[in-house]
């Protein structure tokens, strides 16, 4: 029997399940309703599911002082460059591998850099398929974690991200080959596609930014300082100017290691390519850019937040006017939902104190719904998730209160640089929005106040219904009579 494998991954910093008061995240929430167990309803051969954490997560209370120091170093890494999701992806990807059976429905849903990390893998899915056997293509798959990391690690590394930017335009054809060779060596092919594609996408708020350049920078100040520091301790034995250069020269020796090592991209034994027609350096990977959307994903559903302000996290959109989607009934849901709802980041993807979710839960529960309302041949719910709802209880209220992360400065001084989202004036909003717009005043931070957010100025249904609301109850009523009614 078919199964739903769902593949969860959280958005920076965050990790559910260590402690009862936590602040969770919308994806924590779902994993936790969705996910089977001893303490659940699901039944495995109906539905299994995954849980990674998000970039910059740390080890639980209680562990070694060492691991929680080096977590910390590698966290601050890859919080500041962004690569640190590369690991994210092939670990998602492996679990797939180790879950995945003929028929059965991936689903994969994510949050903010978590949102990047599974678009990030629905392309890989994409290109490279479900392997089924080892790479000599008769070997049944062998589903040991070592085993399926290392064969995800080739998908993402050397297939996924041999295209990385907009200016590795020209390799995406030898991509395609790279996929193809791949999709050939662990039968995942047929008839020239990949044998297995997301079922059902659903992103929480998708952020352009992978890593910070502000805390890039600060690293590479702190950086300065540390050797700095050390030729000071070294000038015992050395002049400190001698000591200061050639701790310079190792660690720029060092960082243009890792950067090769990192960047480098090629392919040997590729038909119609030669070795150095493959050879480049991908682009510092601090941006989404990637828009794409397979048109053979069954379904895609994306929360946007109106509120956030923050320029590093800008929105990164989903689809273009190319994208069709597979056949479908006129009975079937919509295959491509990009939907506003009010507040910033987090209250459209969760994590705040459970007492402020109120907004967030509006989000949860559209994103739910639309994750179980997958019709079969038996019903309208037929490929949905399963719910175990003793798990997911929902209080959404669209005058909830709003939070800001630009307030306030961190130790009064340092702010996010603001940065409005752009909204289409005919953008599809959530009825929620409607109904906070209506309200006198809501909860925003720190006050209470009108919504009117700037970016929905040219808003035309917005714009309405914040009209309509500040009419007194006869014109109200009299503005949605028809044209003429009431006349002689």
């Known amino acids: 029997m078919a199964k739903n494998i769902i593949i969860f991954s959280d958005g920076t910093g965050q990790v559910g399940g260590l402690r009862p008061d936590e602040r969770r995240s919308n994806v924590y929430k779902l994993y936790r309703a969705t996910r089977c167990g001893p303490d659940t309803s699901i039944d495995p051969a109906e539905q299994v599911t995954y849980y990674d954490a998000g970039l910059g997560s740390m080890p639980p209370e209680g562990a070694l002082f060492a691991i929680r120091a080096y977590r910390w170093l590698h966290n ?77 690690s080739e998908a993402v590394k050397n297939v996924y ?136 994903v069954r379904y895609a559903r994306h929360a946007l937040s109106i509120d ?42 969760g994590s705040y104190l459970e007492n402020e979710s109120r907004l967030s839960d509006i989000s949860l529960e559209w994103m739910t719904h639309a994750a179980m309302n997958l019709p079969d041949e038996t019903g309208p719910t037929g490929h949905g998730i399963k719910i175990n709802q003793l798990f997911l209880q929902v209080r959404p209220d669209p005058l909830g209160p709003q939070h800001d992360e630009r307030e306030p400065p961190w130790l009064w001084i340092f702010r996010w640089p603001k940065g409005l989202r752009h909204i289409d004036p005919q953008a599809v909003l959530h009825p929620s929005v409607y109904k906070r717009a209506a309200a006198e005043r809501v909860p925003h931070f720190y006050e209470s106040m009108d919504y009117s957010p700037d970016n929905l100025a040219n808003h035309v249904k917005f714009q309405e219904a914040k009209f309509a609301a500040k009419q007194p109850p006869a014109a109200q009523i009299a503005s949605s009579q028809p044209s003429g009614a009431g006349t002689t």
Not at 76 to 83: P, R, V
Not at 102 to 114: P, Q, T
Not at 141 to 149: G, M
């Open 161 to 296: 991200q041999h295209v990385s930017s907009p200016a590795d335009e020209k390799y995406v054809d030898q991509r395609k080959a790279i996929a193809l060779r791949f999709r050939l060596k662990y039968k995942s092919d047929t008839a020239g596609l990949p044998n297995a594609n997301p079922y059902f996408i659903g992103v929480f708020d998708t952020v352009a930014s992978l890593g910070s350049y502000r805390l890039s920078a600060a690293m590479f100040g702190g950086a300065i300082v540390l050797i700095l520091l050390l030729s000071w301790l070294l000038s015992i034995l050395l002049p400190f100017w001698a000591a200061f250069w050639l701790l310079t020269a190792v660690a720029l020796a060092g960082a243009g290691i890792w950067y090769v090592v990192s960047h480098l991209r090629y392919a040997t034994g590729l038909k119609d390519y030669s070795f150095w027609q493959t050879l480049h350096f991908t682009s510092p990977k601090m941006k989404f850019y990637d828009p794409h959307l397979d048109n053979e």
């Open 76 to 152: 601050l890494f890859s919080l500041a460059t962004g690569l640190g999701i590369t690991t994210n992806i092939v670990d998602c990807y492996a679990a797939i591998l180790s879950m995945w059976q003929s028929g059965d429905r991936i689903f994969v849903i994510g949050f903010s850099r978590g949102a990047y990390t599974v678009r990030c893998l629905a392309a890989v899915l994409s290109l490279c398929g479900v392997p089924t056997t080892m790479g000599d293509g008769k070997t049944p798959l062998r589903r040991d974690a070592k085993s399926v990391k290392k064969i995800a």
């Open 308 to 349: 956030e302000n923050r320029a590093d996290f800008a929105i990164v959109k989903w689809g273009s006017k190319s994208n069709k989607g597979p056949p479908r009934k006129d009975s079937d849901p919509d295959w491509l939902q990009q939907i506003w709802f009010a507040g910033n980041h987090s209250d459209v993807g």
